[in-house]
């Protein structure tokens, strides 16, 4: 059974950073890692920082230059390193896996980041 724990939230000031994690059990990074999302108060649930069906990173126009995703296989942990932080960056941030064999998308339960004066 694939679980993932997100952590690492918090507030921030705007132009801050953060860092979270999503250590994964139940499936090796190495060969399928996860992606991040997020969930903003009355918004829809959007992609952050996830795969292409080719293997590169994919980026939202909205973070590009500010995030980056990166991982630690001998810890089955992926990061989601957060830079110049913006008010509009304030949500609930999951991670999600796509099991390779069955499709199924598995989520974390997420980590909340408020980014406020």
């Known amino acids: 059974q694939v679980q993932l724990v997100e952590s690492g939230g918090g507030l921030v000031q705007p132009g801050g950073s953060l860092r979270l994690s999503c250590v994964v059990s139940?499936?090796?990074?190495?060969?399928?890692?996860p992606g991040w999302y997020r969930q903003a108060p009355g918004k829809q649930r959007e992609m952050v920082a996830d795969r292409t069906s080719s293997g590169s990173p994919n980026y939202a126009d909205s973070v590009k230059g500010r995030f980056t995703i990166s991982r630690d296989n001998a810890k089955n942990t992926v990061y989601l390193h957060m830079n110049m932080l913006k008010p509009e960056d304030t949500a609930v941030y999951y991670c999600?896996?796509?099991?390779?064999?069955?499709?199924?998308?598995?989520w974390g339960q997420g980590t909340q980041v408020t980014v406020s004066s």
């Open positions: 999600r896996l796509r099991e390779v064999i069955t499709g199924r998308l598995d």
């Open positions: 139940g499936s090796a990074i190495s060969i399928n890692p």
